[in-house]
């Protein structure tokens, strides 16, 4: 159903007021338990970063706020950690375009209705960090990475769940709704590549926007 026909709730409250358990049993991260995301997102990752496990919940939350069967978009707000959550347990990627980073430096991210871009916004809260001083620690960094206690972090992150988050209704803006088609394409008569003919009458890497320096010879 469509989110635009199903408004979501006036005031977004979180499911569960018990952190991350629910009659004592740790809450899973969509269909996975704690430990498997943990073995999930350090193969994918490279390691289980505390920002990764918590992004899990942080997605999860959000997933749980949409209307059933939306076709959802997402919009992370940090390049850290976040947006590998949203690739594990969405089908939103850089690849398909429907995982957009706009790094603001803030550790939240949005899913929203890919047509209309209302949705909701999932955010750590600092105000909620009190009961959990290593993820206080971690997420504050007032602690150096070499003196957190690594087994209690992720102890209080499955403990937490998603009770550390705060949920806003949002309208996302035109920008990130739809996607753009390439074009015609041409062949750049500099440097003989194939690029879109609307970047202009050279490719934008010939233009002095490549981010690199060709060590090699022409061929």
């Not at 609307?198 to 061929?219: F, I, M």
């Given at each position: 159903m469509p989110l635009g026909a199903v408004p979501?709730?006036?005031?977004?409250?979180?499911?569960?007021a018990h952190g991350g358990q629910h009659d004592g049993i740790f809450m899973n991260i969509g269909a996975y338990t704690f430990s498997q995301f943990h073995g999930i997102a350090e193969e994918f990752h490279g390691?289980?970063?505390?920002?990764?496990?918590?992004g899990g919940y942080m997605v999860e939350l959000a997933k749980g706020m949409l209307p059933e069967g939306t076709l959802f978009e997402a919009l992370a707000e940090t390049s850290k950690c976040l947006p590998d959550a949203v690739q594990l347990l969405s089908l939103c990627s850089t690849g398909n375009k429907r995982l957009h980073v706009r790094d603001l430096g803030l550790y939240?991210?949005?899913?929203?209705?890919?047509k209309t871009g209302l949705g909701v916004r999932v955010s750590i809260d600092p105000a909620k960090l009190y009961a959990y001083p290593e993820i206080q620690g971690w997420f504050m960094k007032e602690k150096p990475k070499h003196a957190q206690d690594i087994?209690?972090?992720?102890?209080?992150?499955?403990?937490a769940g998603h009770s550390i988050c705060k949920v806003q209704r949002?309208?996302?803006?035109?920008?990130?709704?739809?996607?753009?088609h390439m074009g015609t394409i041409g062949i750049c008569p500099r440097c003989g590549e194939a690029y879109p003919l609307?970047?202009?009458?050279?490719?934008?890497?010939?233009?002095?926007?490549?981010?690199?320096?060709?060590?090699?010879?022409?061929?």
């Open positions: 979501l709730p006036a005031h977004p409250t979180l499911p569960s390691c289980a970063a505390p920002g990764l496990l918590i939240a991210v949005s899913l929203y209705d890919k087994v209690e972090l992720e102890r209080e992150i499955e403990e949002v309208q996302v803006d035109k920008i990130f709704l739809g996607h753009g609307d970047h202009g009458p050279q490719c934008l890497g010939c233009q002095g926007q490549a981010p690199y320096t060709t060590l090699d010879p022409e061929s």
